[in-house]
């Protein structure tokens, strides 16, 4: 079945530790996003890809990197740089810019202690 | 540049009651405009959207919106609830290549 993978659910990490949040899709979907979720802020772009190899800063990209080095993979890091990284992080995906079938995957949320 | 409002934080309402969760939005660019729903530790799940025609729009879980261009709403309503309607509701613009614009949700609270 196509769809998108978040790995891991859950995931612990030592403050000042950076952190990789995986994304996958086998929807051969050329775009992807990271999003933010944290309570009552609804969701924030940090950051997206149109195309392999290519990807732009969204709202608050500060402390956060990504690479797009296949187009099934867009995955995040969460640097030290990154003063609240605590929260819930979305990905989704779709193809080209038509955002009219966007999927999303299940989240991974992140706690740092 | 495109934004998202929705007026509510949290929705209590009675099982079986009507509900209107309400999202105002602005655009600059064609104006799409989705519902999505999350249920706790999830991801999203599109209820529905307007795209272009008829401006009420039936979605899943017998869910429906109304696009309201003069007033720039798109509100999302469902004539009887059930409990397995509790969950986080988020409208969404698109923005083109920025992507979806969010609101910040709303939470319906269904009460037995």
């Known amino acids: 079945d196509g769809g998108i993978t978040q790995s891991p659910k859950y995931l612990f990490r030592k403050e000042g530790q950076n952190v990789t949040l995986s994304c996958e899709q086998n929807l051969n979907h050329d775009a992807m996003y990271w999003y933010r979720q944290d309570p009552g802020q609804g969701l924030r772009l940090i950051y997206y890809s149109q195309i392999v190899n290519d990807f732009q800063k969204g709202d608050i990209a500060e402390g956060y990197s990504v690479s797009r080095e296949k187009k099934e993979s867009f995955p995040l890091t969460v640097t030290s740089a990154q003063k609240n990284p605590t929260a819930f992080y979305l990905c989704?995906?779709?193809?080209?810019?038509?955002?009219?079938?966007?999927?999303f995957g299940q989240g991974t949320r992140l706690t740092v202690v | 540049a495109q934004s998202v409002t929705q007026l509510d934080s949290q929705v209590p309402v009675f099982e079986e009651a009507p509900v209107e969760l309400r999202c105002n939005y602005s655009s600059s660019v064609s104006v799409y405009l989705f519902w999505y729903v999350q249920y706790p530790n999830q991801g999203l799940q599109l209820l529905l959207k307007?795209?272009?025609?008829?401006?009420l729009v039936k979605g899943i879980n017998g869910f429906e919106a109304e696009f309201n261009k003069s007033q720039t709403s798109f509100h999302l309503r469902k004539p009887s609830v059930h409990i397995s309607d509790t969950a986080e509701y988020f409208c969404?613009?698109?923005?083109?290549?920025?992507?979806?614009?969010f609101g910040k949700g709303t939470h319906l609270i269904i009460q037995p």
């Open positions: 989704a995906s779709a193809r080209d810019r038509d955002l009219t079938e966007a999927f």
């Open positions: 969404a613009v698109d923005g083109g290549a920025d992507g979806l614009t």
């Open positions: 307007y795209l272009s025609g008829s401006t």
